[in-house]
Nanobody
Framework: QVQLVESGGGLVQPGGSLTLSCAAS????????TRWHRQVSRYQREFVAFIKSDGSTTYADSAKGRFTISRDNANNTVNLQMNSLKPEDTARYYC?????????WGQGTQVTVSS
């Protein structure tokens, strides 16, 4: 079992940057996949990026070139650096992990991109 807590969201102007953090109650180095998703509508949560335990990363097309997912082993967080933010990036962002066959989600952090 694991608890996840996201932070770092807020209001930012278009073109600005934010860094989201996901903290976990166990070491991320022991977790195969850590993912970021975002809730874009009431019923749709879309994939943003994931990082594997070996450090390899994958991004959604919408995130490529603007977002960077990374793991901070010293602080045991997985971070999502978001640059060149657009109004369409406005969403609640969630991190998730799969341990065994169980999927765990955090409570999310709100990102609003608006002038």
């Amino acid at each position: 079992q694991v608890q996840l807590v996201e932070s770092g969201g807020g209001l930012v102007q278009p073109g600005g940057s934010l860094t989201l953090s996901c903290a976990a109650s166990r070491s991320f180095s022991s977790i195969d996949f850590t993912r970021w998703h975002r809730q874009v509508s009431r019923y749709q949560r879309e994939f943003v990026a994931f990082i594997k335990s070996d450090g390899s990363t994958t991004y959604a097309d919408s995130a490529k070139g603007r977002f960077t997912i990374s793991r901070d082993n010293a602080n045991n967080t997985v971070n999502l650096q978001m640059n060149s933010l657009k109004p369409e990036d406005t969403a609640r962002y969630y991190c998730s992990v799969i341990i065994g066959s169980q999927l765990y989600w955090g409570q999310g952090t709100q990102v609003t991109v608006s002038s």
